[in-house]
């Protein structure tokens, strides 16, 4: 998700400071969905505010030798225009799974077993963790949630409950040694067949 559209929809809402930004996106459990960076959301901030995208709504002084002033941030009009260019963005962005292991499976068979197997398990633990925190979250929260924060988590219950699939399958495989084979062909027998395949249009 882009950083700009959370911190611009957040601001939509109400008036914030960066750290009740980052401290909403905590309490409506985003984290578990989205990575998250303190560096990347001050930074975001800054760039919105030189573009004019939000302003200071208020300037709190904050008590104590060297503490910086507190600078509470709402939207500007261009940044509610901005905002919707952002959001309808987002609804046409194409889906490309890019699961972590992914990359790691073409080479998976010139890894440790041992530790391949380990580490599969680890991913697994995690997904459980994430589905049950999820599902935790959903069943309190649901009631009072807009519907489309709630279709939100719906959605992410629902994709990591397949990762547990696909993880489970991986980890029978990986347990078995079958994950671990090389090719059933040699590279100059696929090349071979290839060349007897008809061309693929682009």
Known sequence: MSM???ILGLLMESERHPYEIRQT???????????????SLYYAVDQ????????????VSVPGDNRPDKTIYRVTDKGRAAFNELLYAQFKQISYPQHPLFLA?????HSDPDKAIALIEEQLEASESRIQRMKAVLEIKEAFLPRGS???IRGFIQFSETERLWLTDVLTEARTGSL???PKWTLEEIEAYLKTQPPQEK
Request: glycine share 4%.
């Open 48 to 59: 919105l505010r030189e573009d004019s995208l939000i302003e200071a709504a208020e300037v």
């Open 105 to 109: 499976m073409p080479f998976v068979r």
């Open 150 to 152: 709630a279709m939100m």
């Open 180 to 182: 671990f084979a090389g």
């Open 25 to 39: 996106i905590k309490m409506r459990n985003w984290s578990e969905c989205f990575k998250l960076r303190d560096g």
């Open 4 to 6: 700009k559209l959370m």
